[in-house]
């Protein structure tokens, strides 16, 4: 109670503003210590103490949030601008700035499209780092040793996998219990593979050779611990290699994108995992099978092959004499035909010899052919120039120069007179020459033997027709013919009287004396 | 595990996909029958340890399921008999 002189009109008692803003503190962090808000976030900001200050907004409204370094570490999913979601905190003023604000533990994803935007996001961002690369993916040991499961220890899915691994490939398995969905299963899930990672090989506890991560079918809201990036960077850390089992066939988690093998469900995780045992111990027992006969018939073969070689081998010696034989028979033929080439050659030798002469020898020959060449051309020679001579000597003894002379004074002269009677002639009339014609015809017949004969002549041949104009000639008994002007008579000699005397001719006169 | 000593220790330390793999050339080669003799002689020792190997490998095959324990920092602590319901 203050004191009645500071008392004034008012009954309300003052405050300072300390005073009022710690009421008003109280008021609010008791009324509102824990509140789920829904709002979108708008300007988040990490800052460099590691807390994250954003506000919160709808349509009308905004209101401040902070997320301690702390809690911050916690969330599930990042604050991003434009993000629907519902937020859990305690409300809180400071005093400082008059103002409040929400002070957040958690935030969950407002609905299911927030959620895959989320995950888009998430997906991206991973991918981007690596995370997803195929050159990361392992491969699987084709028979591990041991096999670790990471899953919830109840229910159908651990059943179903050690069920299918029973039947193909009875082998050990190690399995590390998880939560598989709700609050820290993503953690748990990272530690588990972590963990798996974390066993040393020779220690108490087997290093499996392979990991089958699973989860049954569920929601995308049951499927999220493996959407959580704590979880899918621990699959793609993972040394050993992870088989994906998460959900159904059409579920989809980031923890696929991440392990080195997706199976569809976790039976077919455990189908992948190892081979059928039994399968295998028929294709060794095959191969061994198969080992033996490939090398049995090897030799057997090798063995046929020498048999076969050794009886297509002949006896030595017959081989021996075989060559030997063959030996005798080239010897002797090489015997022979040298005898025989050099005989041919010498034949040869001796024919070319035969057709060979001798310079001196050829010389002669043509010497000789030259003399005998000479000698009868020396005849023809001599022949010649005598038979020439012989025949000038005659044409000489022939050739009269004077006779000559006379003949041609004696044709000169008579072609002079002849040129004179011609001119002569040439003046006198053609009758004239008739007349002289008719004249001298009547002379010639005047003179003709018939005309003798007309006057009592007698012309006596002999039996050859030969007129005989004396009596010498003449025998007795010979038969003469008689001519008469007017025929022939034959006549006989009887006898020969003295002739009488007739005057001598003149030398060189063959005429017949004339009777005129 | 009664005739380990009888294995050539670098085929004992094959893995059962390798021994399996070299076994299957081992008989292909042979079955081509494109080998010298003392080779094939060779290959067929190898090849009669690899199977047995292999036979071995699958002879250990047997199951045991084990639940990891977990200790406090997060790490496995050991393994318990596990019997899924």
């Known amino acids: 109670m203050t004191s009645p002189e500071a008392r004034s009109a008012h009954n309300l008692p003052e405050r300072s503003v300390s005073e009022l803003s710690a009421d008003l503190k109280r008021t609010v962090e008791e009324t509102y210590a824990r509140v789920r808000v829904r709002g979108e976030i708008s300007q988040p900001k990490l800052a460099g103490s590691g807390h994250c200050y954003l506000r919160l907004k709808d349509d009308t409204a905004v209101i401040d949030g902070i997320i301690w370094k702390g809690s911050y570490q916690k969330l599930t999913i990042r604050p991003e601008e434009g993000l629907e979601v519902i937020a859990t905190g305690r409300l809180t003023t400071y005093p400082g700035r008059s103002s409040y604000q929400i002070v957040i533990d958690s935030l969950e994803l407002a609905g299911e499209g927030a959620l895959l935007k989320l995950l888009e996001e998430r997906k991206r961002r991973l991918a981007a780092e690596g995370l997803f690369d195929p050159a990361r993916k392992k491969r699987l040991p084709f028979l591990p040793r041991c096999i670790g499961v990471v899953t919830s220890p109840t229910g159908a899915v651990i059943r179903d996998i050690l069920h299918r691994l029973r039947d193909r490939f009875p082998l050990p398995v190690l399995v590390w219990p998880v939560l598989v969905q709700g609050e820290g299963a993503a953690q748990q899930v990272a530690n588990a593979i972590a963990g798996f990672n974390a066993l040393s090989p020779g220690g108490p506890v087997p290093r499996p050779d392979l990991l089958i991560v699973a989860r049954g079918g569920g929601s995308l809201e049951d499927l999220m611990a493996f959407n959580e990036e704590i979880t899918v960077r621990a699959v793609a850390a993972s040394r050993i290699p992870v088989i994906s089992a998460v959900g159904h066939e059409t579920d989809t988690t980031l923890c696929d994108f991440a392990a080195d093998l997706r199976a569809p469900t976790p039976t077919g995780a455990a189908e992948m995992a190892v081979p059928v045992r039994l399968d295998l111990l028929a294709q060794v027992r095959d191969d061994g099978q198969r080992l033996q006969g490939a090398t049995r018939r090897l030799l057997e073969d090798r063995a046929m092959r020498l048999e076969g070689l050794s009886r297509g081998l002949p006896p030595v010696d017959r081989m021996i004499e075989d060559y030997a034989q063959r030996l005798d028979d080239r010897w002797e033929r090489l015997g022979t035909a040298a005898r025989v080439t050099v005989d041919r050659r010498a034949a040869a030798v001796g024919q070319l010899g035969a057709r060979l002469r001798s310079p001196a020898e050829q010389i002669a020959a043509k010497q000789g052919q030259l003399a005998q060449a000479a000698q009868g051309l020396g005849a023809v020679v001599r022949y010649t120039l005598k038979d020439r001579d012989a025949r000038l000597a005659a044409v000489s003894g022939r050739l009269r120069p004077d006779a000559v002379a006379r003949d041609v004074a004696r044709h000169q002269r008579d072609v002079t007179a002849l040129w004179f009677r011609l001119g002569a002639a040439a003046g006198r009339s053609l009758p004239e020459a008739d007349t002289r014609l008719k004249a001298a015809a009547e002379r010639l017949e005047a003179n003709s033997y018939q005309g003798i004969l007309d006057r009592g002549y007698v012309v006596v041949r002999d039996e050859t027709g030969q007129v005989i104009d004396s009596r010498a000639p003449l025998k007795g008994g010979e038969a003469v013919t008689l001519q008469f002007r007017d025929g022939t008579a034959t006549a006989m000699v009887t006898g020969s009287e003295t002739p009488r005397r007739t005057p001598p001719r003149k030398a060189g006169d063959t005429r017949q004396e004339t009777l005129f | ?85």
């Open chain 2, 1 to 85: 595990m009664t005739d380990t000593a009888a294995l050539p220790a670098d085929i004992a330390a094959l893995s059962f996909e390798d021994a399996l793999r070299e076994l299957e050339q081992i008989v292909q080669q042979l079955e081509r029958g494109q080998v010298r003799l003392d080779e094939a002689v060779t290959a067929y020792e190898r090849g009669s340890h690899l199977k047995r190997h292999c036979e071995r490998r699958l002879a250990e095959a047997r199951t045991k399921v084990e639940k990891i324990m977990i200790s406090a920092d997060g790490t496995a602590a050991g393994t318990t008999p596990f019997d899924p319901v």
